[in-house]
Every structure is written in structure tokens, then in C-alpha cells.
């Protein structure tokens, strides 16, 4: 080396170099030991985006090593002492830095034989690139416990997929009543309600949207379909059977047929024309307008409509009287009342594809909130068998010599062949016996009925007299009881909120076995 310098800039350089080896493995350490928590905390709460959460900590461990090494600067009297002990110099290189300045009749010659010394050793050797076993040892611990962390099923898992699946159903309950707000908005039928029903069913979207969970989303349309049911008006119904008994008794009339006609078309095509009718009352002859008046009375005596009642009736007794003014007055009014009529329809109309389109909604939650609550179901009862087996104490009747009840497997006629009985198994043609004394004339004896309607066959059979109840595990029945109880629900006109309760009853239920 030709300078004290130059051997200070060629260990620096080593020491950096072996600085950087050493910071690094530092950074992998704190790499995989990022890896691994992320593993362990994955598998104890749900998170999604476990993928990015593991890899972000690689990044940062990185640079917080670099930073350290950019900040770690030895200083230049420390890296000649160690190059003196790690290469054997004998203080040479650090007595000869420190006396750098100094110019006594031996520092020139303690400087050259540094110097000299230092040209025959390795100087990079004072600083090797190792790696620490150690550490060494701990990476490749924690990359394979955090790589089987990986592998290994995750219980967190499956809740994500439940979250995951809850959102679908939810932004497919949403979509549903979005698709009705949609259908009303083009059904070109305008209704004066129209502002109110997108109103109610814009709320009921929002807080599908928000709800936590299908079952919290269900809660939200039971509310709308009140308030939509609200807005339909219920004499509605009584105001279409007097447009259409009016129909009915024009049509066998000369003038008011194409009136008729009309009114059985919508009520707005029979609101016009029975203004044109009233319009021509003048010059109808007076045969027709006696035709007409009866026609018109007639039609006020059915109708169920208070006031399409007094307005036919008053336009019939104008037109027996000869008051022409009158009765096109009245029919005029029976006019306004079908254009009412047709705006209570299409009130009626959008109120009913409102309501259709949160059953539809309905559905989807409820089945996912189902399924929600299976899942559950399924897993505290993971150690139980997938089928129950038929309990032995079965029912038997036999019929021949005698009447009498015993245990078998199974009901049946003549020797006591039967179908199998107990709890939970079916089957066919199995064999039993039955016992007991024949009975007297006047003694009444059970004969087993025929099922009722909707009454599976292999429903217990019911017991006689004297015979015990059978019993069966509360955890063998339920979901069954609950399937039933969903089935019926489903195939019989019970309106929505009632289906909530059935399905939050089984829940409740189903929350104490889960939680054993």
C-alpha cells in the first residue's frame, strides 16, 4: 500500500461489504419471521388478503436493514485496530494512524513498516463475508413452519368463504330489487305512488347492502313490504267489479258498446269513452236512451262502489227523466272515477312488482342465511355419525287370531310381516311379531288410519293403547324437524315475515349445539 489512506479506503470497503452480508441475512431473518406471524394470525382471525399482508413485510425488513447499513460507519482508527488483531500487525496499523501527523525521528520509519507490513497482508481477510449459523438455523426454521402453515388447511378458511358467499347473496338481493325499481320505472304506467314505492325499495337496497349478514339483511324487507302494501289502495278491488258489471251492462246496449268494450280494455280507454258517451246523450234517440237508462241502473244496483253507485244512479234516473245535462254530469263523474280506477291499478301494478322483486331477494338471503346455519350446525356435530340407525324398539300390529301390540321392527297384517319401525330407519318388508289376546266383541281396538296428505311413509307409526312413546337424541331430529319446518314454509302462502320466524326460531335453537 503506498498510503495510510489507501489501506484505510481498502478495509473500509471490506467492512462495508461484509456489513451489507450481515444486514442482509439480518432482513431475511426478519422476512420469514414476518411470514410465519402472518401465517399464525391468519389462522386466528379471518383476513383476506393474507397474501399481501405477508409479502409487505418483506419490503420493510429490507429496508430497515439498508438503512442500518447506510447509517453504520465505522471510523477509521476502529478498522486499523481490528486489521492489526484479526491479521496479526501487532498494533502496527493503529499506532501508525494515530501518530500520522506526528513527525518524530521514528513515526516515518513506524509509518513505512505499517505500510510495508500491510502490502504483504490480505487486508480484505480482516473483514470476511460470513454467514451465522444461527441465523442460518432460524430462517430455515421459520420458512419451513411458516411453508406448512401455508400447506395446512386453514379453519379461517371456510369463514372467509361464508363472508364471501354472504356477500354474493347480498349483492344478488340487492340486484333483485334494483331490477324492480327498474321494471316499474319503464312499465310506462305511471302511478302517483311511483316516488314513494322507489323510495321504499332505494332504502331496502341500502340496507341490504349494509346489513352484516344475510339474516340482519332479511330484517330490512319484512319493513318495506309493510310500507309497500301500505300504499295499495283496498278499494281498489270493489271499484273493478263495478267497472266491470258497468262493462257487462253496457254491452247490451246500443249505444254504450263500444263504451263497454272499452272498459274491458283498461279503465283510461273507458274513461274516454264513456265521456264521448255522455257527450252524445243529446242525440241518441229515445228508445236508446230508455235502453241506456236501464242498463245504467242495472249496473248502479251491482255496483259495490259507493260512488260509482250514486253516479250511475244518477245518471239513469236523469235519463228516465229527460235531464240529458244531468245524466252527461254524472257519467262524467263515472268517468273521473275510472281514471282513479286505472291509476289505483297501476299503483296496484308497481306495489306488486315491488313486493316480487324483495320475495326474490327474500329468497336468495334466506337461503344463504340457511345454509349459514347448516354450516354451523355441521360443525358441532362433526363426531356424529352421518345416518342415524333404526332404535330396535320398534311398533308392531298384528291382525289374525287376535289383536295384539308388540316390539318388532315394523307394522303389518296377517302374522305381523311389516314395513321396519324406529326411529330413523327405513326400509321394507321387514319381519315382526306381535303378541297378545285376542279381542272381545264388544272391546274397541286401534286400526292404524291412512296418511294423511303430505304425510311421508315413513312417518312413525302412531302408537297404540298402552304403548310407550319412543324416544330419539334431540341431535338426530332437529335438522330434520328444521327442514320440514322450511319445506312447508316454502310451499304454502305464509308471508315472508312469518318465514323469518320460523327460520330464527331453528336458529336460536341450533345456537347452543353450536357453541358446545
Do not use: C
Not at 66 to 75: D, E, F, Q, T, V
Not at 131 to 158: H, K, S
Request: no cysteine.
Amino acid at each position: 500500500m503506498s498510503s495510510l489512506e489507501a489501506i484505510v479506503r481498502e478495509l473500509r470497503k471490506a467492512a462495508r461489504r461484509a456489513l451489507g452480508a450481515r444486514y442482509a441475512a439480518h432482513a431475511l431473518v426478519g422476512a420469514v419471521a414476518w411470514v410465519a406471524a402472518v401465517m399464525i394470525l391468519v389462522r386466528l382471525v379471518p383476513f383476506e388478503r393474507r397474501a399481501e399482508l405477508a409479502v409487505l413485510g418483506i419490503p420493510v425488513a429490507l429496508a430497515i436493514a439498508a438503512a442500518a447499513w447506510l447509517i453504520r460507519r465505522p471510523s477509521a482508527a476502529l478498522l486499523m485496530a481490528m486489521a492489526d488483531i484479526r491479521l496479526g500487525l501487532k498494533e502496527r496499523l493503529s499506532t501508525a494512524w494515530e501518530r500520522r501527523a506526528e513527525s518524530g525521528p521514528l513515526d516515518d520509519a513506524q509509518r513505512h513498516d505499517a505500510v510495508q507490513h500491510a502490502a504483504r497482508a490480505s487486508l480484505p481477510a480482516a473483514f470476511p463475508v460470513r454467514v451465522n449459523r444461527g441465523e442460518a438455523t432460524l430462517v430455515a426454521i421459520l420458512a419451513i413452519f411458516a411453508l406448512a402453515l401455508a400447506l395446512l388447511p386453514n379453519p379461517m378458511d371456510q369463514v372467509l368463504a361464508q363472508r364471501q358467499a354472504d356477500r354474493v347473496s347480498q349483492a344478488r338481493a340487492a340486484k333483485a330489487v334494483a331490477d324492480a325499481k327498474k321494471k316499474i320505472a319503464d312499465s310506462g304506467k305511471p302511478s302517483p305512488k311511483d316516488a314513494q314505492i322507489q323510495k321504499i325499495l332505494q332504502d331496502a337496497q341500502a340496507k341490504i347492502h349494509e346489513a352484516d349478514s344475510p339474516r340482519k339483511a332479511l330484517e330490512s324487507i319484512t319493513p318495506a313490504e309493510q310500507q309497500l302494501q301500505k300504499l295499495a289502495d283496498p278499494g281498489t278491488p270493489a271499484l273493478q267489479s263495478s267497472a266491470q258489471n258497468l262493462a257487462n251492462a253496457l254491452s247490451g246496449t246500443a249505444a254504450g258498446r263500444s263504451a263497454a268494450q272499452a272498459i274491458s280494455t283498461n279503465p283510461a280507454k273507458g274513461a274516454q269513452s264513456v265521456r264521448d258517451l255522455a257527450s252524445q246523450l243529446q242525440s241518441l234517440s229515445p228508445k236508446d236512451r230508455e235502453e241506456l237508462a236501464k242498463a245504467l241502473a242495472k249496473a248502479s244496483q251491482q255496483a259495490q262502489n259507493s260512488q260509482m253507485r250514486d253516479s250511475l244512479s244518477k245518471a239513469s234516473s236523469s235519463l228516465q227523466s229527460g235531464d240529458a245535462a244531468s245524466a252527461a254530469q254524472a257519467l262524467n263523474d263515472v268517468a273521473s272515477q275510472l281514471d282513479s280506477l286505472q291509476e289505483q291499478e297501476n299503483t296496484d301494478q308497481a306495489v306488486a312488482a315491488a313486493i316480487n322483486g324483495l320475495e326474490a331477494a327474500r329468497q336468495g338471503l334466506a337461503a344463504q342465511a340457511d345454509r349459514d346455519a347448516n354450516g354451523q350446525g355441521g360443525q358441532a356435530n362433526a363426531g356424529a355419525s352421518p345416518s342415524a340407525g333404526a332404535s330396535g324398539n320398534g311398533n308392531g300390529n298384528g291382525t289374525g287370531n287376535g289383536t295384539g301390540n308388540g316390539n318388532g321392527n315394523g307394522t303389518g297384517n296377517g302374522t305381523g310381516t311389516g314395513g321396519t319401525g324406529g326411529t330413523g330407519g327405513t326400509g321394507s318388508n321387514g319381519s315382526g311379531t306381535g303378541s297378545g289376546s285376542g279381542a272381545a266383541s264388544t272391546e274397541r281396538i286401534y286400526v292404524p288410519g291412512q296418511p294423511v296428505p303430505g304425510q311421508s311413509e315413513n312417518d312413525p307409526t302412531p302408537l297404540g293403547p298402552g304403548q310407550d312413546v319412543p324416544l330419539s337424541p334431540y341431535t338426530q331430529v332437529i335438522e330434520a324437524y328444521q327442514q320440514a319446518a322450511l319445506d312447508a314454509t316454502d310451499q304454502s302462502l305464509i308471508p315472508g315475515s312469518e318465514r323469518d320466524l320460523v327460520r330464527e326460531y331453528f336458529s336460536q335453537l341450533g345456537e347452543p349445539r353450536a357453541a358446545k
